[in-house]
């Protein structure tokens, strides 16, 4: 009987990951113009992140494309509407690139560099032992709110250029939650460099590792 191959394009999770995309698309594509549909699809897009690791722990359809498919996905998310967010407030720009690259390479050497740990047998600094960083990686409420008022400072920025929406202490609501998870926000990013850092000097261990195993089959 021939084996049949799964295909893991089409795994449920996999699939929501796709719509994703497609939802973030077409939110950029009305971005400038369009507040209320383009957030509909941006938050729509941002919520099934949450349901696509569900679906894939549910039906056990996790997959390493499904890691970075999502990963990938959030990043350009949030590229997209850092980009529009530079054009609305161009005298904020340099904190938008700042940030846009903080998010991108963090994540991207972070995510890179545990793929290789993952080949070796190697000791690596595990941030995870700092009695602050492991209620960040252990408690899932801190992250969701971390992520959520990171999102929420973003989003509010972006509103604030169509609406300034009700008076709440003499401040439009808006500007308000900008305000307020504007701190969450520079502590997220606080955080990303710090992931960059530490997966440096992790990659750092690697390269030293695989050189000295080279330089002793050398002389062998």
Same mark, same amino acid.
């Given at each position: ?52 690791? +569900? ?14 498919? =999502? ?21 904020? #720009?340099? !904190? ?6 903080? =998010?991108? #390479?963090?994540? !991207? ?12 047998? +190697? ?17 899932? #409420? ?18 604030? +250029? ?18 307020? #998870? ?12 710090? +992931? ?25």
């Amino acid at each position: 009987m021939a084996e049949t191959k799964e295909n893991i394009f089409l795994f449920v999770p996999n699939l929501i990951g796709f719509a994703r995309i497609i939802l973030a698309i077409v939110s950029f594509y009305f971005m400038p113009t369009h507040c209320a549909l383009a957030c509909i699809c941006y938050i729509t897009s941002a919520l099934l992140d949450a349901v696509d690791g +569900h679906a894939a722990r549910l039906l056990n359809q996790s997959t390493k494309f499904g890691g970075m498919l =999502d990963q990938l996905t959030d990043r350009a998310g949030t590229a997209g509407l850092m980009m529009i967010l530079a054009t609305f407030y161009p005298r904020y #720009t340099f !904190w938008f690139q700042l940030s846009m690259a903080i =998010d991108i #390479t963090g994540h !991207w050497i972070y995510l890179h560099t545990c793929t290789l740990q993952g080949k070796t047998s +190697h000791k690596f600094i595990n941030m995870a032992e700092n009695p602050i960083m492991h209620v960040y990686y252990t408690n899932k #409420t801190v992250l969701f709110l971390m992520c959520a008022g990171n999102e929420a400072f973003y989003a509010s920025l972006y509103v604030m +250029h169509f609406y300034t929406g009700p008076e709440v202490l003499g401040i439009g609501l808006f500007k308000l939650i900008a305000l307020l #998870t504007m701190p969450v926000a520079v502590v997220k990013a606080a955080i990303s460099v710090l +992931h960059a850092i530490v997966a440096s000097l992790n990659l750092a261990i690697i390269d030293v590792n695989e050189r000295a195993a080279i330089s002793e089959k050398q002389k062998n």
